[in-house]
């Protein structure tokens, strides 16, 4: 549980040897053993969100358990753990219900879950940033059938988010020139410069932390996924993405950071040629995927 500089790349890794106990339902059709599931019994002691209408849950949120982090005071303290909560936020009780099939509401149950675990996990003194991520289907990362999104706090900054500081501070942050959909709150757009080919980024347009979300924001965005996860299935068929939410790390200053949501489409895997050269071919036609993206 601890972050080191790997001595040959110079890249920081995070080491955890318990996470590959995790198992993949993905073989398994049945959904009479998943631990998402309402009909699942469940030591309550690890339920850290959940929102009902009348008697039944919506969504919900637990402590994962098998995290990348562990939220070990005396061991940090001593230098030994980096360290961090993290929770597996379950969006629908609905076993095979995911985000090409949500309504507008579906998705606004989903940010207003988001934005409670968000302000619980960054208040922390200890925490340094929080990210919110999803994988959608095995080849995308998942382990679990049932849609559920991950939240992470960590008692340091990642460095995919320290390069996205930066460039912000150089003025280069988020091109929008290839705008697809925008509201009085947020721009949808393609960046033509993304590292992976088919990459959509919903931005704030003036707000730097995720907390400061509004409900009526909550609403926007909600209508804002439910078109882009209907263009997705239209263009590319129901295929394996993940999305992440950065938002500006708490103490920190950077006035043209402003928080968002990376969606990615797994059109394509990585091979040697990504993992050799740390770069990954871009074939997008970017004009005519904005015309897609708005119709
Ligand atoms: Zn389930
Ligand atoms: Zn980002």
């Known amino acids: 549980m601890k972050l080191i500089v790997n001595k040959h790349t110079g890249r920081r890794v995070l080491i955890n040897p318990i996470r590959d106990l995790r ?12 631990p998402f599931c309402p009909n699942y019994q469940r030591n309550e002691k690890y339920l850290r969100y959940e929102e009902k209408i009348i008697d039944h849950w919506i969504t919900r949120s637990i402590d994962n358990k ?11 303290q001593r230098g030994e753990i980096d360290y961090g909560r993290h929770e597996v936020m379950i969006e629908t009780p609905e076993h095979f219900k995911n985000y090409y099939d949500f309504s507008e509401e579906d998705f606004f149950h989903v940010f207003r879950m988001y934005k409670n675990r968000y302000m619980a996990l960054t208040q922390e003194e200890c925490i340094a940033s929080v990210i919110i991520y999803k994988n959608h289907m095995k080849s995308a990362g998942a382990s679990k ?11 340091f900054i990642p460095p995919e988010i320290e390069k996205e500081i930066k460039m912000s501070q150089l003025g280069s942050f988020s091109s929008e020139q290839y705008k697809i959909y925008e509201d009085e709150s947020f721009i949808a757009f393609i960046p033509p410069d993304a590292f992976f080919s088919g990459e959509l980024i919903i931005r704030h ?6 907390q400061s979300i509004t409900e009526q924001e909550m609403k926007q965005l909600g209508t804002i996924f439910y078109h882009i996860f209907g263009k997705i299935s239209q263009i590319y068929g129901f295929i394996p993405f993940n999305t992440y939410l950065h ?9 043209e950071y402003y928080w968002h949501i ?3 489409p797994r059109k394509g895997k990585f091979g040697g040629f990504e993992l050799g050269t740390g770069l990954y071919i871009n074939s997008l036609d970017i004009d005519s995927a904005v015309k897609k993206f708005k119709k």
């Open 247 to 255: 938002s500006l790390p708490k103490d920190v200053c950077a006035d």
């Open 23 to 34: 198992k993949s339902d993905f073989s398994a059709m049945e959904h009479d053993e998943c």
């Open 66 to 76: 098998f995290p990348a982090l562990i939220c070990d005071h005396d061991r940090h």
């Open 262 to 264: 990376h969606v990615i």
């Open 145 to 155: 059938v049932h849609s559920h999104s991950q939240i992470l706090s960590m008692s």
């Open 205 to 210: 347009k003036s707000s730097t932390q995720f």
